[in-house]
């Protein structure tokens, strides 16, 4: 029995290598100046994908919404095996929090209509809310897992799951379709297929098409460049190297419940952590600081 | 979609286990009953389970006026939808203006799951909660009393202040240890307002095959001194000498996540924003270079020592004493220290 699964990924900056270099002046993040990567916690989301389909048979679909930049995502996603990849984009969506996107996703994926499994990264590394995925689940009306720790069976629409509870385990079962938060003790993500990359490394979806083709005719006006986007496309169609991209009209969304307009929650304030470099007392690296430091740890109460 | 209610109460998730209290939602209570006081209303609790009754006494002892007891067979071990169910139909029922969970692996297993339904705003992992008015620069319309929810953003680099204008309840979840444990008043009572919901086979989708729960192994928590090591160490088998500090002073150890990614110790050690958040008394960094998210887990504590080769390194910047050098001299220097003081 085949299986299909949809995975909702994301392209983050790389938070956990901030450097100084990315901080401007008044000690706000430039993103611009950051590295992007692959969502750690989603491509075990994608390996468990993957894993179910080689196993059972059935497709494996990613989605994932984002700037035409975040089509870097997809692309390696289909590096890695997946059989089909669509860039939610649209202006309207930004500045859109947890519930919005959540709200966004799941019209994609009732749009995408075939489904057995979703399976998302328990959170994003640029947020760490781990919010979007069971809001996805309560969205569609289905079941969630999360945690996902091993995949143990599946039989007769049936899913036998391990998940982590943090200090221990369970194993529960669900009937499909089911909603999988993916951790990363789930699995080890397979590297990009070199045969596969050589195939693929063209695909583009039309946005960044049209970005190229301003980029190599700056002097074109508006309907050349229009219709030598339309070409390549067109071309990309052919070849089967286009990355479908859908909008939030595709999707049917009701815009009152995307972007700023859908977000309950509002960014009031933002403040940079400044680094203080004062108020501690050195000590010194030797028999007698040391006996000194410990003496000022027992009269002050810390210790003793 | 809720509109605001101005005079809704404060209400926690009490969260339990297997008859005992979660420490998260003992320290969630004080900062309701905080919050309630500013706003001059009442702190609630729900407390969903199976014969659960008695743990009340506790939330009246932690600053709780009202326990919303929802008591059913069905929900003697967590579950998404029927604890979502209790919670999506009380908060529908008494409309409290907050509501407070616990970021465990429950609480964010439910959170967001009860905030969808209710087309709620929901703010992950707080560190701070607070009451203030605010304009909303887009309609120039001043707020009173809203909940101000304080939290890093951006791997820990930024700190952003989330508030929630008009579709309430302002939700938020608050990390264990996040929030003082503050001593019971064993004397305070309140009222157990009993609720009847429904939970029918929809909600019973999940069929929970085996648990298996381990006791944890390590308890920073609870420790008065934790001596914590980090990706400086090196090697396993350096971390002896951060074992033997930790056993000479009397305390836990601890590491950094660069510690734990190398390989050098398990994950029960990690401090920081994604393991424990603690304020011990005393707290040795040894060989940690002081990231945003380990300096977020121990900061609170009342005195930092760190020890490093770099001088620049950041952790120096929250340190109440520094040692520039190198450990694998001073903690023996140390370690002797203290045993002539014993």
């Not at chain 1, 982590?164 to 993916?182: C, D, M, Q, R, Y």
């Not at chain 1, 595709?250 to 972007?259: E, K, M, P, T, Y």
């Not at chain 2, 919050?35 to 009442?42: F, K, P, T």
């Amino acid at each position: 029995m085949a299986y299909d699964s949809v995975v909702c990924v994301k392209q983050v900056p790389d938070t956990a290598n901030v450097t100084t270099e990315a901080m401007r002046e008044d000690g706000t993040v430039n993103r611009g100046s950051l590295p992007t990567v692959f969502n750690p916690e989603d491509l075990h989301a994608l390996e468990s994908a993957l894993a179910v389909r080689d196993e059972y048979g059935g497709t494996v679909t990613v989605i994932s919404m984002g700037p035409p930049k975040a089509a870097d995502v997809l692309r390696d996603s289909l590096f890695r095996g997946a059989d089909r990849a669509i860039l939610l984009t649209d202006r309207r969506a930004a500045a859109s929090d947890t519930l919005a996107t959540s709200y966004i996703l799941s019209q994609a994926i009732k749009t995408i209509d075939r489904y057995d499994f979703i399976f998302c990264g328990r959170q994003a590394i640029d947020g760490d809310t781990a919010q979007v995925g069971p809001q996805c689940a309560e969205k569609l009306g289905i079941p969630q897992i999360t945690y996902l720790h091993e995949m143990v069976s599946i039989q007769d629409h049936v899913a036998r799951v391990r998940r982590s509870i943090g200090h221990g385990w369970e194993i529960v079962e669900a009937k499909l379709p089911v909603l999988i938060t993916v951790i990363e003790s789930a699995n080890r993500s397979r590297p990009p297929s070199a045969r596969r990359v050589m195939r693929m490394k063209r695909a583009r979806v039309p946005a960044e098409v049209a970005m190229e083709v301003k980029a190599e005719m700056p002097e074109g006006a508006d309907e050349q460049l229009a219709a030598e986007t339309e070409r390549r496309v067109q071309e990309l169609r052919e070849k089967g190297l286009l990355i479908e991209q859908w909008d939030l009209d595709h999707i049917q969304a009701d815009l009152s419940r995307c972007g700023l307009a859908g977000s309950p929650t509002k960014v009031h304030r933002i403040q940079a952590i400044v680094l203080t470099k004062e108020g501690y007392t050195e000590v010194q690296p030797s028999e007698t600081g040391i006996k000194e430091l410990i003496h000022e740890l027992i009269v002050d109460r810390t210790w003793g | 979609m809720l509109e605001p209610n101005r005079q809704g109460e404060v209400w926690v998730f009490a969260e339990q286990e297997d008859g005992v209290l979660h420490d998260v939602a003992l320290e969630l209570c004080g900062k309701a009953r905080e919050l309630a006081d500013r706003l001059g209303v009442s702190a609630g609790a729900v407390l969903p389970g199976a014969d659960v009754g008695e743990m009340a006494k506790k939330l009246f002892a932690h600053g709780i006026d009202n326990v919303y007891l929802v008591d059913h067979p069905r929900l003697s071990h967590y579950q998404t939808l029927p604890y979502a169910r209790a919670l999506e139909t009380l908060i529908g029922k008494h409309r409290p203006q907050i509501v407070i969970v616990g970021a465990t692996a429950i609480g964010r297993d439910l959170a967001p799951r009860v905030a969808s339904t209710l087309r709620a705003g929901l703010t992950a992992d707080c560190t701070a909660l607070d009451i203030s008015d605010v304009t909303d620069p887009k309609t120039s319309v001043e707020h009173k009393n809203l909940l101000l929810q304080i939290r890093p953003a951006f791997g820990g680099n930024i700190i952003a202040t989330i508030v929630n204008f008009d579709q309430w309840p302002q939700m938020a979840t608050v990390r264990e240890g996040v929030m003082p444990l503050k001593p019971p008043t064993n004397n305070r009572t309140g009222k157990i307002v009993e609720e009847k919901v429904e939970i029918d086979d929809t909600a019973m989708v999940l069929k929970l095959i085996q648990r298996h729960v381990e006791k944890r192994k390590v308890n920073l928590k609870g420790a008065r001194v934790i001596v914590a090591g980090g990706g400086g160490i090196g090697s396993r088998d350096n971390f002896k000498l951060i074992y033997d500090l930790a056993g000479a002073i009397g305390g836990a150890v601890g590491a950094s996540r660069a510690a734990i990614d190398g390989g050098l110790i398990d994950k029960d050690h990690q401090v920081g924003q994604t393991g424990t958040t603690v304020r011990p008394a005393l707290y040795i960094a040894v060989g940690i270079s002081g990231a945003i998210q380990h300096r977020a887990g121990m900061e609170e504590s009342a005195k930092i020592i760190a020890i490093n080769t770099d001088r620049d390194a950041p952790i120096f910047s929250v340190a109440h004493y520094g040692i520039v050098g190198d450990y694998k001299q001073i903690i023996p220097m140390m370690i002797k220290a203290i045993k002539e003081k014993k």
